[in-house]
């Protein structure tokens, strides 16, 4: 272990395992030689410590006397809660910690209190809109009683104005992001961008040239159910597909909280499970990531918003590494970055008959090629993790 190697924290606010960002982050750190220990929730009643190759791992103990469920509430992350103070300044001392990285917004006001009290620095790991997440929720009336509590975008967004100038560094996932902050009042040499981009070893696995020839479009969408990211319009598209008589299929991978939306919607139009499969959370990335590789186009079909114009999902960058034309609506780091890269076309936000159009132009076997190597091109040269570590690693170097 090096001179220059710390004992860092980094506070992840759910279960853990597992979280594609959280792994890449600490593993990172963990191989460049720095002391990693990960708090998270219990949600899931797991062994309150386990050794991990990025880390060790300190989650909450459970409260067993209430039973799981409620336990489960009492465990949520609120900046306020005892538990997770505890947990946090817990961790900190038996680690001798020097740095806390703390995931997202809503234990950032723990994490900064613990961190004043223990003389510790605390960097940002904001790969969130926070309050403009919460902002779509009420404007999509998605939002439930709960909510009004611990999800309130006035709150919310109150919290990020007092977090971002209080904290040491701030870790953003993409240029807009960066801007948006900064015009919070934040210097840009307390900004640094670390994206959300995969390893240049995922260009190994296997990609769509390699697939035999089928009289069918595979679509693949990863992540999250819910009406803000464009399923709904993305049902209709397929609908629409099917009535000029084309052979598409949405395969959809994730679970969420409108799930029982969109299946309402492909049942008005009369769309079994040849059209939009339903495939559920898959817990093993690498099995997620094979879907991609038997698929043809993927889908990143999020409606234009505030959240959407500054945050970058991973499957981004999870298609153009499976090679992929990636076909997205014009929020604007995906759509910035798909100009850029030639890596696929991009429609106006929830426009189902141009997701319709954009799926039939990517899929044309020379265009999709040709979308597919620039995708995976632009994996090679820039968007992959190992460029993002070296930038991580600075930024941690320097937080003092």
């Given amino acids: 272990m090096s001179n220059t190697s710390r004992s860092i924290v980094y506070v992840w606010d759910a279960d853990y395992p597992w979280d594609v960002r959280t792994e890449k982050v600490t593993l990172a750190l963990t191989r460049a030689g720095h002391t990693v220990n990960i708090v998270a ?7 309150t410590t386990e050794s991990l190759p990025e880390g060790t791992v300190h989650r909450m103990t459970p409260w067993k006397s209430v039973g799981q469920s409620l336990d489960g509430h009492l465990s949520f992350p609120a900046f306020f809660s005892p538990r997770w103070i505890k947990l946090i300044e817990q961790t900190c001392r038996e680690a001798h910690a020097d740095l806390i990285i703390v995931r997202d917004l809503p234990l950032c006001p723990t994490a900064i209190g613990v961190g004043n009290r223990l003389g510790i620095p605390v960097m ?19 939002h439930t ?29 993409v240029e807009e992001s960066a801007d948006r902050v900064a015009a919070l009042g934040v210097p840009r040499d307390k900004l640094t961008i670390v994206s959300n981009t995969p390893p240049l070893a995922r260009l190994d696995c296997a990609t769509r040239e390699q697939h035999a020839v089928r009289d069918r479009i595979d679509v693949v969408y990863m992540g999250n159910l819910e009406v803000v990211r464009g399923l709904i319009e993305s049902v209709d598209a397929i609908a629409h597909l099917k009535s000029k ?24 139009h009369a769309l079994s499970s040849d059209d939009v499969e339903f495939l559920g959370y898959i817990a093993s990335h690498s099995e997620a990531l094979q879907v991609l590789s038997e698929s043809d186009v993927g889908l990143m079909p999020h409606r234009k918003n505030e959240s959407w114009d500054t945050t ?10 499976a090679g992929l034309p990636v076909v997205s609506s014009d929020a ?39 979308l597919g190597d620039a995708g995976r091109e632009s994996i ?21």
């Avoid at 090679?380 to 003092?400: C, F, G, P, Q, S």
């Fill in 41 to 47: 929730r219990n949600k899931a009643w797991r062994e």
């Fill in 312 to 321: 970058i999902p991973n499957k981004l960058f999870d298609y153009m590494a």
């Fill in 245 to 268: 008589g084309k052979r598409v299929r949405l395969r959809v991978i994730g679970r969420g909280r409108d799930e029982a939306l969109i299946k309402q919607r492909c049942a008005s």
């Fill in 380 to 400: 090679r040269a820039r968007y992959n993790w190992e460029y993002d570590t070296e930038i991580l690693l600075r930024a941690v170097a320097e937080t003092k």
């Fill in 145 to 173: 009683t709960l909510d009004y509590f611990v999800r309130n975008p006035a709150i919310t967004q109150r919290l990020e104005r007092s977090c971002v100038r209080r904290v040491d560094h701030i870790l953003v996932v």
């Fill in 124 to 142: 940002l790991d904001m790969a969130e809109n926070y309050p403009a997440m919460m902002r779509v929720l009420w404007e999509t009336g998605r």
């Fill in 332 to 370: 604007a780091p995906c759509a910035r970055i798909l100009r850029e890269t030639g890596a696929g076309r991009v429609f106006r936000s929830g426009d189902a008959l141009g997701i319709a159009a954009a799926i039939e132009e990517a899929s044309e076997p020379g265009l999709g090629r040709q």
